[in-house]
């Protein structure tokens, strides 16, 4: 039953019109709202394109180009198995837009959906802001009024102070999948996740990467040993300037001139800068409101995703550091539960987070590192284990990709794991699971079946490397 609407006057004298929930954001902070808030007068808020970063310009299409980055990578190394492949060309267009005729309806559908199917829905499509706690400018020339406002604005890319980059163009994440002809040369700013995945997919589409990264590793939040090896297969695929900056970009005669604190120069088609995201909270005027926010522009929430203004909620890229949409979309169940059952907050639990990196090889991980063990004076035992010591790996003539876990000597519970090879992201999940339902490495190793010979025998043989007394149950 659709509420009627209400008209509330402002102390500006301005008439606003009333509404129990108020969601600044359509990735995951849209699906808060379904049928259960059928009572409530709700208003979505969206500056943006319907649908939020992961949908659009994000984990999903980004996925959807690595897949035929990962079939070019591997026709081009089949002569290492004795199998005569080869990589001949990609057919850019074609991919392009076979990913964005898959996406763009669904984004189209879910606008529509919102706007025209819900009775108890209002979209406002504008930049909105905070006028007070419980007021917003919908950046549409109307403002409201509500009792509980989720914001769920995400974030967006870090550009830097480059001198003469805004003068030569250039992409982000955000606008990289849509370019129309694959680049011969491609300059990359940054070495971070972004970096790592679009510098896998034009290189194995054959564009000529150069990635430059002002620290000595890529990947550099990973464990050391990841990320040194990461790095190492990087620079032989690409070329990686680490320790280096760019200082000016210019064009000249329909080509980029990059200028590096090297003293050297990258001769580019495109430069895609994948120097980092941050939160989009500096654009609500939250100071008006009186939310709060960290040194990094991150809002601050509780444990039950509150801010510190009673009736305003966050969840996702602009309320942790996390940015992964798997952590937005459990805050978001968690605010719907909160918002739904006042009485019977749930919390949301961030102690187990995995992440991956969908590069060539991929990365994932779940937990702290031996450095953070270290530096926190944990006591602790570590592993490893080759890919190419499991009968899968000799399969695959593995060379490189290896898995570490840090465990407690004392109470046998894994506190980390961290993977570079082939399927990482799904090689974790065992280990994610145990550290969610605590699991011992020894239950996990000894007390299942695995499967003989899948590539998951790397997460078994890594539990069992582990020190006998960590294994002994």
């Known amino acids: 039953m659709c509420r009627l609407a209400v008209r509330a006057t402002g102390h500006d004298g301005r008439v606003s019109t009333h509404f129990d929930l108020a969601v600044i954001g359509t990735g995951s902070g849209n699906s ?3 049928q259960r808030f059928a009572d409530k007068r709700v208003a979505i808020l969206e500056k943006g394109i319907f649908g939020g970063t ?11 180009f690595v897949y035929p980055a990962d079939v070019a990578h591997s026709a081009a190394h089949g002569d290492r198995l004795g199998v005569e492949t080869r990589f001949d060309r990609a057919r850019w267009r074609e991919i392009r837009d076979r990913i964005f005729r898959r996406i763009d309806p669904i984004r189209d559908a879910g606008r529509h959906w919102r706007a ?20 917003l400018d919908t950046g549409t020339g109307e403002t409201i009024t509500a009792d509980d406002i989720v914001v769920a604005a995400g974030a967006r890319p870090v550009v830097p102070d480059i001198e003469g980059l805004e003068d030569v163009g250039f992409h982000t994440s955000d606008t990289i999948m849509r370019i129309d002809a694959l680049p011969d040369r491609m300059l990359i700013i940054g070495g971070g996740f972004v970096a790592a995945e679009f510098a896998h997919v034009f290189g194995s589409f054959d564009t000529h990467v150069t990635i430059v990264n002002r620290s000595s590793a890529l990947l550099r939040a990973e464990d050391e040993e990841i990320s040194a090896a990461y790095t190492d297969i990087a620079q032989k695929r690409w070329d990686v300037r680490l320790d280096t900056k760019v200082e000016k970009v210019e064009r000249r005669a329909g080509v980029i001139r990059a200028r590096l604190s090297d003293g050297t120069t990258a001769d580019v088609d495109v430069v895609l800068v994948a120097a980092g995201r941050r939160s989009n909270a500096d654009g609500l005027d939250l100071d008006r409101a009186a939310v709060l926010t960290d040194e990094d522009g991150v809002i601050i929430v509780d444990d039950h995703q509150r801010t510190n203004v009673e009736g305003i909620w966050a969840l996702g890229d602009i309320a942790n550091h996390f940015q992964l949409k798997h952590v937005s979309n459990l805050e ?3 605010i719907q539960h909160n918002l739904l059952h006042p009485d019977d907050l749930i919390r949301a639990q961030h102690d187990v987070v995995p992440s991956a990196v969908f590069s060539h090889p991929q990365v994932a991980s779940v937990g702290i590192t031996e450095r953070q063990a270290v530096e926190r004076g944990l006591r602790h035992v570590v592993a490893t284990q080759k890919y190419g010591d499991t009968a899968y790996g000799w399969a695959m003539e593995d060379t490189t990709s290896f898995a570490k876990v840090v465990a407690d000597p004392d109470t046998g519970l894994i506190l980390g794991a961290h ?3 082939p399927q990482a992201s799904n090689l974790v999940q065992p280990i994610v699971q145990a550290m969610s339902f605590g699991q011992t490495a020894h239950d996990v190793a000894r007390k299942q079946y695995w499967i003989h010979p899948a590539l998951m025998e790397v997460t078994e043989n890594l539990l069992l490397a582990l020190p006998d007394r960590t294994n002994a149950g």
């Open 54 to 64: 992961c949908l659009n310009v994000g984990c999903i299409p980004t996925k959807m």
């Open 332 to 334: 978001a169940r968690v």
């Open 116 to 135: 025209d199917e819900n009775e108890n829905v209002t979209l406002f499509e504008g930049h909105a802001r905070f006028v007070d706690a419980h007021t």
């Open 419 to 421: 993977f570079l090879g």
């Open 32 to 34: 808060i709202v379904d």
